[in-house]
C-alpha cells in the first residue's frame, strides 16, 4: 500500500520570502512523485514530477522539489513567493500496478501569501 | 487547443435526481479517470478507464456510473443512491494506463439541494 502525508495543512508566507512545503510517503515499490497546484475552483496543473532520475527536480514557475529516499520525503521549494503563489499544492504517489497507475493524493496544503 | 474539458462549471439539482457530467479529451489519451474533491481533502479515485468500452471502479465508486463509448468521452452520472454527492468532480486523462503523469479538467462543482 502507499501513502502521502503532507505535514501543513496551511502554510503562510510574504511575498518575497521562501516557500517550503513538506510532503513524506510511503511505498513498497519504486514510487513516481509528483506535485500539482490547485487554484480555487480550477483542476489540477502539474508543478514537477520524480521517476527515479536526478533527485532534485525543476519544475515550472521556480519551484523545485528533492527527492530522500532514505528520510521518504519529497519536500516542494521555491526560494521567492509571488503573490499568483497562492493555491493549495498536492503531493502525489504513483504506483504502477497491473490494472494500470494508481494515484495517491496527499491531504493538500493550502498556501497564504503576504504582499 | 488541445486539453480536457468539463461541463458545466457549476451544477445544481434536487435530491434524488440523478446527474450526468461531462468529460472530453483530445489528447488522444487512451486511459482517463474521475475523482471526487471534498473540502480539505485530497482527490478520491471513482472510476478509471483504460481503454474505450472498458472501465473499472475506483477506492469510492458506489452511487456513480460511467461509460466510454468513444475515446475522448467519459461521462459520469451521479446516481440518486450516492448519499452525499455534492463535490468538486474532476476528470483527468494519460496516455496510456501505464502512464504516470494525469492531466485534469477545469472541474464540476455539483451542488445537491
Known amino acids: 500500500a502507499q501513502s502521502v502525508t503532507q505535514l501543513d495543512s496551511h502554510v503562510s508566507v510574504s511575498e518575497g520570502t521562501p516557500v517550503l512545503l513538506r510532503c513524506n510517503y510511503s511505498?513498497?515499490?519504486?514510487?513516481?512523485l509528483f506535485w500539482y497546484v490547485q487554484h480555487p475552483n480550477k483542476g489540477l496543473q502539474l508543478l514537477l514530477k520524480?521517476?527515479?532520475?536526478?533527485?532534485l527536480v525543476k519544475g515550472i514557475n521556480g519551484f523545485e522539489a528533492e527527492f530522500k529516499k532514505s528520510e521518504t520525503s519529497f519536500h516542494l521549494t521555491k526560494p521567492s513567493a509571488h503573490m499568483s503563489d497562492a493555491a493549495e499544492y498536492f503531493c502525489?504517489?504513483?504506483?504502477?500496478?497491473?490494472?494500470?497507475?494508481?494515484?495517491?493524493f496527499g491531504g493538500g496544503t493550502r498556501v497564504l501569501v503576504k504582499p | 487547443d488541445g486539453g480536457i474539458t468539463q461541463s458545466p462549471k457549476y451544477l445544481f439539482r434536487k435530491e434524488g435526481q440523478n446527474v450526468t457530467l461531462s468529460c472530453e479529451q483530445n489528447?488522444?489519451?487512451?486511459?482517463m479517470y474521475w475523482y471526487r474533491q471534498d473540502p480539505g481533502q485530497g482527490l478520491r479515485l471513482i472510476y478509471y478507464?483504460?481503454?474505450?468500452?472498458?472501465?473499472q471502479k475506483g477506492d469510492i465508486a458506489e452511487g456513480y456510473s460511467v461509460s466510454r463509448e468513444k475515446k475522448e468521452s467519459f461521462p459520469l452520472t451521479v446516481t440518486s443512491a450516492q448519499k452525499n454527492p455534492t463535490a468538486f468532480y474532476l476528470c483527468?486523462?494519460?496516455?496510456?494506463?501505464?502512464?504516470?503523469?494525469?492531466?485534469f479538467g477545469p472541474g464540476t462543482r455539483l451542488t445537491v439541494l
Open positions: 483527468a486523462s494519460s496516455p496510456s494506463s501505464g502512464a504516470d503523469t494525469q492531466y
Open positions: 489528447l488522444n489519451h487512451d486511459a
Open positions: 520524480y521517476t527515479s532520475a536526478a533527485t
Open positions: 478507464s483504460q481503454i474505450v468500452n472498458d472501465f
Open positions: 511505498s513498497s515499490y519504486s514510487p513516481s
Open positions: 502525489v504517489v504513483s504506483v504502477f500496478k497491473a490494472a494500470g497507475n494508481k494515484l495517491t
